[in-house]
């Protein structure tokens, strides 16, 4: 997959699901920072939930990761400063301006990072898991038995946080969360399909 494909992946996914982080921010109940729907006195015991710290902390978090990269792309492009907006449209326009930030390889590889970060930690606090089986086998790169795989992905993952290869263009020197993956039907990870 190309940089800018993977960014434009990790970008759409963090856009579709940040809502869903401040549907989750008071589970069961409005935000106490949305007004009552009806005038009169509220009934804080059935339209106020008490809000979910983590939650908060994530968006807070992805907030201002957004406001800070979409500023620092504007000015590594020497565009102005982007006008205010709501997170989904600041990621859309830097949606609309991947190509662009393609033509700085060290730019386009900061937006595709922050984008993974920021997109992982929100599938993490929606609890977004799936299940994931042993995969018999050592991992070709530091030969640990810690091959998982994760069949709705049609991935294998080594999950030995100390893994590192040899290929000095892999995340796995710049972000202690990669995981080295291979396609499914490769058969025990190996990246030449060998065992």
Do not use: K, Y
Request: contains cysteine; proline residues 10%; neutral net charge.
């Amino acid at each position: 997959m190309s940089l800018r494909a993977e960014t434009a992946r990790w970008l759409g996914a963090l856009r579709s699901r940040f809502p869903e982080l401040l549907d989750e921010l008071a589970p069961g109940g409005r935000s106490p920072a949305v007004p009552a729907a009806t005038p009169g006195p509220v009934n804080r015991s059935r339209t106020t939930a008490p809000l979910r710290l983590h939650v908060s902390d994530a968006i807070r978090d992805i907030t201002d990761g957004v406001v800070e990269l979409e500023e620092a792309v504007h000015a590594r492009l020497g565009l102005p400063r982007p006008r205010h907006a709501r997170v989904p449209q600041r990621i859309g326009r830097l949606l609309d301006l991947l190509d662009r930030i393609g033509e700085h390889p060290v730019l386009a590889e900061h937006v595709r990072d922050e984008a993974r970060r920021m997109a992982r930690r929100c599938a993490r606090v929606l609890g977004e898991s799936e299940p994931m089986t042993v995969v018999e086998g050592r991992c070709p790169w530091c030969d640990s038995v810690s091959l998982r795989a994760f069949p709705e992905r049609r991935t294998v993952l080594c999950i030995n946080p100390g893994c590192r290869c040899d290929d000095p263009e892999c995340d796995c020197r710049t972000d202690p969360a990669h995981r080295h993956a291979w396609p499914l039907h490769e058969r025990h990870g190996s990246p030449d399909g060998d065992a």
